[in-house]
């Protein structure tokens, strides 16, 4: 055991995915959210990614020490708020939208751009930070099923 590791309850990640949305959508924007927090706030060191190695000598490389916890909402407008909060809290995170979906990044991009956020179908947000602190508010969320 590794007494120099942080308290595993100390933080964590959290993923809220939209349950209006088919599956294979929400597993793909929860793959872009998961890369993009992991790798786009330099906080590598922070989120504390262990390496594993099994019996025979193989590597099982870069899994989280904190949890990661997946939870449900029910609709754009609540992950929406989940950002605002985020924001207003200075907590890290990433999200995704449907202007997020169909052509290339550019395209993406531009679509983007030229919605207002009130108009944004979320599909998901991921944040990481303090257990304590993602818990006011993102607390009453189901884990999703």
């Known amino acids: ?14 993923a809220i995915l939209n349950k209006k949305v088919e ?29 594993y190695k099994d019996k025979d000598g193989g590597v099982h490389p870069h899994i989280s020490h904190f949890p990661f916890i997946v939870l449900k909402a029910e609709n754009s407008n609540q992950i929406r708020k989940v950002r605002n909060e985020a924001i207003g809290r200075n907590i890290m995170f990433t999200n995704f939208t449907s202007t997020m979906t169909v052509g290339s990044s550019a395209e993406q991009q531009e679509r983007t751009k030229n919605t207002p956020e009130a108009e944004l179908e979320y599909y998901g947000i991921c944040l990481f930070g303090s257990t304590q602190d993602l818990r006011e508010f993102t607390g009453k969320f189901s884990l999703f099923s």
Do not use: I, Y
């Open 1 to 14: 055991m590794n007494n120099m590791l942080p308290d595993e309850k100390s933080q964590r990640f959290v």
């Open 23 to 51: 599956s294979g959508k929400l597993m793909n924007a929860l793959g872009h959210m998961t890369a993009g927090l992991a790798g786009g706030f330099g906080k590598g060191q922070e989120m504390c990614f262990l390496e």
